[in-house]
Structures are given as C-alpha cells and as structure tokens.
C-alpha cells in the first residue's frame, strides 16, 4: 500500500480523479497510510468536483453519516443527487432513499423514480424497497402481485433482506400467495446468510411444524444463531423451550436468562413469560 500512497499521491496532485478518489480510499481506510477522514474527505472532493460518480457518493455518505466533516442531509443530498444525474446506480439508490426514508422532505413518488432508475440496473435494494412500496402500499396501491416480483428479483441477486421479505410474504399473506414451502426456502437461504429474523423465522417453523416437520434440534440450532444476534423473538422462544423441556432438559435459569434478554429490549411477550416465572 505504501508503494501505491506514492503513486497515486503523485498522480493525484497532477489532477487525476481515478488517483484522487484512490488516494482518498486508502487515507479513509488507513491502507499504507495513517487513517484520516479529513484528508480523505478533501481527496473525494477533489475528485467529485471533476464529476466522478464513485466520488460523489462516498463525499454524500460522509455528509449522511457525518464522518471527517458535521453531518448535513441536505449536502449528502446535493452530492448523491450529483452521482444519479451521471447515470451512477448507487446514487440513484441513495437519491431514492434519502426520499423514501424521509431524511429530506418524504416524497414516495421520487423515491419511485429513483429506486426505479436504480432497479434497471440490477440494483438489489432498489428492487427491494420497490418491494416493500407495492406490499405497504407506500405511494402506489397495493399489488402483491408486483411486491413477489420485485422482492423475487432481489432475492435472486442474493440479498438476504430481501430472501427475508419474501418468506414473509410466503408466510403471510393469504389466498393464492400463501406458500409455506416456498417461504421455508426463502427463509433458509437468507438464514444461512446470517440474517437473523430469517433465523428466527426458520426456527419457529421447525418448533411449530408449520410449513416444516416439527424438529426440536433444528428449532434449537436455528434460534441460537439468531439468539447469538440478539434477536428478541428469538431469545422468547428459546427460552419457552427451556421452559417447558421442548428439545432441551427443562432449565428454568436459562430461561430466565433468555427471557430478561428479549424482555430489556421491550419485547412483550417476553416480558409476560418473564412476570409469569416470578409470579
């Protein structure tokens, strides 16, 4: 890294925007050099004022996150917008975001636009979040029918979020769109990718034999990993069958234990199971 900090140091003072942007990345991450917001915030916006895409973007997401320079989602706005008019697809995501998420003046019709100018290029979050505005209803009506499409399109790019989603809808909704195999399938590919609600989500259907055959083991491996994340319902359940001996020697400290996890982070139902143990 060091023998590249010279280079691309040299190259960059001469105004090279690909040297520029490079030099800012290893000041960002301390690659061969001493780590530096500062310095590489002033390196991105060498390169972003020469109209790099990649440039504009990172100096957005430093403004957005407030990193090497004072928060200000009005600039972070300017600097992805910036990125989106070159036709760059993480700035239209993040263009779309920022009005999805209302971190400027909420407007789901933009949002729309932007997520869909992103969509077009392969962009699995943007097919997500149009997912989820045809599932809620968020600016367009309601069509599950285009939420399974575009959740699907995700999914299939990889995007454990979206796998996680896409169970959900499988699981949740009724008539011809209920499908609990196909939920279980969603739901374990983004399981094994780490995703926690997915984990839980997995596991409760082994404990209920609802869309899986009953398996208390696999129940239990499953609401471990996510437990291991902290996820409330799965600490709840868990510590349910501890509780009662489903698939475990019954174990009433360890279900105290798990119960007060989910219970400290305002999960209810823990909470009861909780009160009912010291009743």
């Not at 998420?101 to 789901?108: E, L, P, T, V």
């Not at 609401?223 to 475990?248: E, F, R, T």
């Amino acid at each position: 890294y060091a023998e590249a900090f010279k280079w691309f140091e040299k190259s960059a003072a001469g105004g090279n925007a690909y040297a520029q942007l490079s030099l800012a990345n290893l000041y960002y991450y301390g690659n061969g050099v001493e780590q530096s917001y500062e310095n590489a915030f002033e390196w991105y916006l060498k390169a972003a004022e020469q109209g790099n895409a990649k440039a504009q973007n990172n100096i957005g997401a430093m403004y957005f996150d407030g990193t090497g320079v004072d928060k200000d989602y009005n600039k972070a706005f300017e600097w992805y917008l910036k990125a989106a008019n070159t036709g760059n697809s993480l700035g239209q995501l993040n263009v779309g975001s920022m009005y999805f998420f209302g971190y400027i003046k909420q407007n789901y019709d933009e949002a729309l636009k932007w997520f869909q100018k992103a969509a077009a290029q392969n962009d699995e979050y943007a097919l997500l979040y149009i997912g989820q505005m045809y599932w809620e209803g968020k600016g367009v009506t309601k069509n599950i029918s285009k939420a399974e499409h575009y959740l699907k399109q995700s999914s299939l790019l990889g995007l454990p979020l979206a796998q996680y989603y896409l169970g959900q809808l499988y699981e949740t909704e009724f008539g011809t769109f209920k499908d609990l195999e196909e939920a279980a399938k969603w739901y374990r590919k983004s399981a094994e990718s780490g995703d926690k609600n997915a984990q839980y989500s997995i596991g409760a259907m082994y404990y209920t034999g609802n869309g899986l055959k009953r398996d208390y083991n696999e129940a239990i491996t499953w609401l471990k990993k996510s437990s291991d994340q902290n996820n409330p319902k799965a600490l709840n359940l868990l510590g349910y069958m501890y509780q009662n001996g489903h698939g475990v020697s019954k174990n009433y400290s360890k279900a105290l234990t798990l119960y007060r996890k989910a219970a400290e982070q305002g999960y209810a139902n823990a909470q009861y199971n909780l009160g009912i143990m010291y009743h």
